[in-house]
DNA sequence: TGAATAGTGTCTTTAAGACACTATTCA
DNA sequence: TGAATAGTGTCTTAAAGACACTATTCA
C-alpha cells in the first residue's frame, strides 16, 4: 500500500447556485435540507460526490440539479472550491461549487416557492452564503462580456427581453439604442423568420441564440 | 452515525502551477516525482491535502510551494479544481490546482534546471497539461486587464521591464507610449525617489508597485 | 388620435493605437 | 558624435454613451 493513500481522507460534496429570473428579479433557487446538520433550514442544492456513480464532479452537480429541477440546466460551470476543517460540522471537508442558469419558463409553478431573489436572501447554513455571493459576482461580471445572460431566457425572446436580462444580471440601466447595436455586432443571436411577439402595440421580433455554447465579446456590452 | 458519512471518500490533492520568468520566455517551475505513480518524471509540484495540519486547500498550497521553493509566493490564487475516476490510477480524485506567481531573482539559481519554457512543456503525467492550459489561459486573460504580471518581478523595476513581461504575458506586442500612459493611469506603480537602474545609456526610473493586492483595471492594457 | 412598445440615426465624448519626436547616458 | 535605452506629444481611428427620432400596433 503506498504512503499517501493511508491519510484521512476530507469528505467531498458538490453545491450548486441555480440563478434564474422571477418577476424580473435574479433568484435562487433553494432546497429545504432533508437530514442534519440544518434539517429543516433552507440551502444550496447539494450532496455528495458518489465514486460509484459520478465520473467526476460535474456529473455530480449534473445529478443534484436533475434531482431538483428535474432537467439539466442550459448553462452550468464550475464556480469555486471551497474547503477547510470549518465549513461543516462533519468534518474536514471540500466542496466544489457550481452555478447554473435555469429559464424560469422551464420551471413549473410549485418551484416558485422555493425561489429567492439574490439581493434579499437572508443567512444559509455553511459557507452558502460565501458561495452564492461569489457566485452573484461571476454572473455579473461574466454578463458584461459574454452572451451568458440569454441563458436566462427561453429559446425564443425578443430584443426587450434580453436587454432587461442583462440589465438585471449586471445591475445596471444599459442604453436600449446601444445595447441593441453592440448586440448585433455580436453575432450571438439571429432573427426567427416570420415569428413576433404581438401585443397592444406594434409587434416585436423574436430572436434565438445562434450557438448553445457561451461566446465571449471582445468589448463590453 | 450519519448516512452520507458511510460513502466512499475520494482522494483529495493539491497542484500548483508556478510561473516565473527566466530569460524573458514564461516558464514553469516542475518536481520530479518522489514517488510512485510515475516515480522520477517531471510533474506539477502537489501533494495530498494533509486534514491534520492544513487549515483549507490553499494552506496545502502554500505548504507544497514552501517545500518547493523555500519561499511563499508574492501572489496565489485558486485555479479549478479537477475531478474523476481517471486522473489518478489510485483511484477517484479531486485536484484542487492553484496557480502561483514567482520572481525568478528570488529564485537561487539551482532551481534553473526546473524550470521550463511554457511553449515546449513535454507530456505530463496525470491531468497536468490540462491544468497547464488552464494557467496559461488564466494568466494570459488576467494579463489583458489587472497588475498581475508585476508580481513576477521583484521589488523595484524599470517600466521597460514591466513592458516586457507584460508582452511576454499577454504573449502580444505593445505599443510602448500607449503601454507607458496606461499604466501610469492605473495609479498601480510609484517612482521610488532617487532610484535608477543606469548602463550605457540613459538611467531609467525605477518604480514599485504601489499595493499588494492584485488590481483590476477598468480597460485593456 | 394617443398610448404603448419596437426599432433606428447620429452626435459627442472618450479611449485605443500608431508613430514620430526629444532626452540622457557611455564609449 | 553615434549607439543605446529612456521617456513624451500628438494625430488618427474606433468604440461607448446619450438622446432624439421614426414605426407599428390596438383601443
Redesign the pocket.
Known amino acids: 500500500m503506498l504512503k499517501e493513500e493511508g491519510f484521512p481522507r476530507p469528505l467531498v460534496m458538490v453545491d450548486t447556485a441555480l440563478f434564474t429570473i422571477l418577476d424580473e428579479r435574479l433568484c435562487l433557487i433553494l432546497a429545504r435540507r432533508k437530514e442534519p446538520p440544518f434539517q429543516g433550514e433552507l440551502a444550496l442544492p447539494g450532496g455528495f460526490v458518489h465514486v460509484q456513480e459520478d465520473g467526476d464532479a460535474e456529473d455530480a452537480a449534473r445529478r443534484v440539479i436533475r434531482d431538483k429541477i428535474g432537467f439539466d440546466a442550459p448553462y452550468l460551470e464550475q464556480l469555486y472550491t471551497f474547503s477547510g476543517k470549518q465549513r461543516d460540522p462533519r468534518g474536514w471537508s471540500v466542496s466544489v461549487a457550481y452555478y447554473a442558469l435555469v429559464p424560469a419558463a422551464l420551471l413549473d409553478r410549485s418551484r416558485a416557492a422555493e425561489t429567492f431573489p439574490v439581493d434579499i436572501l437572508s443567512e444559509l447554513p455553511f459557507d452558502h452564503d460565501q458561495i452564492v455571493a461569489k457566485a452573484v459576482e461571476r454572473l455579473r461580471s461574466k454578463a458584461t462580456y459574454s452572451s451568458l445572460p440569454a441563458f436566462l431566457l427561453p429559446e425564443e425572446f425578443?430584443?426587450?427581453d434580453l436587454h432587461c436580462i442583462y440589465q438585471q444580471t449586471q445591475g445596471a440601466i444599459l442604453?436600449?439604442?446601444?445595447f441593441?447595436?453592440?448586440i448585433m455586432e455580436q453575432d450571438i443571436i439571429e432573427a426567427v423568420p416570420g415569428r413576433f411577439?404581438?401585443?397592444?402595440?406594434?409587434?416585436?421580433?423574436l430572436y434565438r441564440l445562434t450557438s448553445r455554447a457561451l461566446i465571449p465579446f471582445e468589448?463590453?456590452i
Open positions: 425578443t430584443l426587450n442604453d436600449k439604442a446601444s441593441r447595436h453592440k411577439r404581438t401585443g397592444a402595440h406594434r409587434p416585436a421580433q468589448r463590453r
